[in-house]
């Protein structure tokens, strides 16, 4: 056995690889590597072995058998003073550090030109074996499968890193393979489906911050994201002012930042979200009007609520927005002006998150199991649409269906929207009958000071009876949209007819329960 410290790299990203070999060889350790890692050790001139000089035996099978040879997972399991006898006697020496991340499986199987073949290579075998050795053995040895780690690691050279910091980079060791490993096995059973919800599906979180309570204060809660995920989207944003956020506050705050995202950004647009409801959304020439808009609709609810824009913030908007009081401010950017102004109030909470990729599928939990389902991305296809009444609606107030209905996919269900001018003037969430919130919804409105007659109503489901067309009719709605379906139509829309309303059907339900 020799008396250097042996470090065993071989990693398929190779961030910081070279900077961590040099260390080690700085301070006299001897570096075993394999493939492509030796070669850019190598050609940075700092001395390593072939792992195939260690085993005595060659890599085969392009690569796909190299380090699974006693001698290399013996120096890795070896236990120290246990072991020491059979290590010697078989020639094995120990292998004190390991340094290993694996192949890129779900990038590559990620590509739509990705093929099966072309996969299936990208499956580590060996990667997995040694990290896991490795880490059961973390009394005795270091294993690293994360560029961000190598920095401490080297600080602590030339010694390794204490039991306790081996113990937290086991743990991540398992963690990668185990993620590494849902995601080959949910690809593969993907692979038979023709269709429908995936027939696996693994999650692999990682907590990212610890908030302060949950709902309430006597329940325990963390934000967890995927591992290895990049930081993008609300999870990953970080507040660019203000308190740590609160779960109640990341609640909302995914409501706004959803309910911005259904008005896109022709226009500029706000929204302002209230116990993870929508009280005011609104377009306008520019972010200032469209926010005075927004909060028209219901002033007594926006106070401390969750603010979106579509647009970056400059000073204007911020003075105004900094009139009220306000939890969370979202917007894609905000100019030094603005932020100059939001620091006027250190405990207002200013994020700018960046585009994510959506997710494809929502879940939840139930007493006993998980309820999976496709996220409703579902853009408006007019194509589908038609007109049920006899009066059609003009382009004016086609504008304004098109805007309440992307309103209400956001509202609670039973879900009435109310607009005009494509800013909300009254909006009736979250109740057990759909009359009651279309009856609220003209309540708020009439709260507000603000005039339904000659507005647009949108409602995320079809209109079981009739009494919701009336409740309009009486103050004075001129427009209509909902998806249709149900048994009495005939019913709602002859009311339409009698009441004068032009009635769009989309065909297509958004409830959000």
């Known amino acids: 056995m020799t008396a250097k410290r042996t470090a065993l790299l071989s990693v398929s990203d190779k961030t910081g690889i070279a900077e961590l070999a040099c260390a080690l060889a700085e301070n006299g350790w001897r570096l075993l590597s394999t493939g492509g890692t030796a070669r850019t050790l190598s050609l940075a001139g700092i001395p390593v072995i072939e792992v195939s000089s260690q085993t005595g035996f060659p890599e085969i099978m392009d690569g796909r ?230 909060l028209a609709c219901d002033p007594t609810s926006a106070f401390g609520g969750i603010i979106a824009f579509n647009r970056e913030l400059d000073e204007t908007v911020a003075r105004r927005v900094i009139e009220r009081f306000v939890e969370v401010v979202l917007a894609p950017a905000a100019s030094s002006a603005a932020k100059a102004v939001f620091q006027s109030k250190p405990n207002l909470r200013l994020l700018a998150p960046q585009p994510a990729t959506p997710a494809s599928l929502e879940i939840r939990g139930i007493d006993g199991g998980w309820l999976v389902q496709e996220t409703d991305h579902d853009e408006a296809d007019e194509s589908a649409w038609r007109v049920a009444t006899r009066r059609q609606p003009t382009a004016e107030e086609m504008a304004d269906l098109r805007f309440a209905w992307s309103v209400a996919r956001t509202v609670r269900s039973n879900a009435i929207v109310y607009a005009r001018d494509q800013a909300t003037i009254g909006i009736g969430a979250g109740q057990m009958s759909r009359v009651d919130s279309a009856r609220i919804g003209a309540w708020k409105a009439a709260d507000a000071g603000l005039e339904l007659r000659g507005g647009a109503m949108a409602s995320d489901a079809f209109f079981p009876f009739a009494d919701s067309i009336e409740t309009a009719a009486e103050h004075g709605i001129r427009t209509v949209i909902q998806p249709g379906g149900s048994m009495r139509d005939a019913e709602v829309i002859a009311a339409c007819d009698h009441h004068d309303i032009a009635m769009i059907l989309t065909g297509r339900r958004h409830f959000k329960h």
């Not at 930081?231 to 740590?244: D, F």
């Not at 609640?251 to 259904?262: E, M, N, Q, V």
């Open 65 to 294: 058998v190299k380090t699974l040879h006693p001698m290399i997972h013996g120096g890795l399991l070896g236990r120290r003073g246990t072991d020491d006898a059979i290590m010697a006697e078989h020639g094995i020496d120990a292998i004190d550090l390991l340094v290993v991340n694996l192949y890129p499986f779900a990038q590559t199987a990620a590509r739509p030109d990705c093929t099966v073949d072309e996969a299936i290579e990208q499956i580590d075998v060996g990667g997995p074996a040694m990290l896991r050795a490795a880490a059961k053995n973390h009394a005795s040895v270091c294993v690293l499968c994360d560029p961000a780690d190598y920095a401490t690691t080297i600080g602590d050279l030339p010694d390794l890193p204490d039991a306790g910091r081996r113990r937290a980079l086991a743990v991540k060791a398992f963690a990668h393979t185990a993620a590494y490993d849902s995601q080959i096995s949910q690809w593969l059973a993907a692979q038979a489906q023709t269709g429908g919800l995936p027939p696996l599906l693994n999650l692999h979180l990682e907590q990212d911050q610890t908030l302060r309570y949950g709902e309430n204060p006597h329940q325990a809660a963390s934000l967890f994201r995927e591992r290895g995920a990049a930081a993008a989207g609300l999870a990953g944003a970080q507040p660019l002012q203000g308190k740590a956020m609160s779960y109640n506050n990341l609640l909302d705050a995914d409501a706004a930042w959803r309910a911005i995202s259904t008005l896109g950004v022709e226009q500029p647009a706000c929204v302002i979200v209230k116990h993870g409801n929508p009280c005011g959304a609104a377009l306008g020439d520019d972010l200032e009007i469209a926010y005075d808009r927004a």
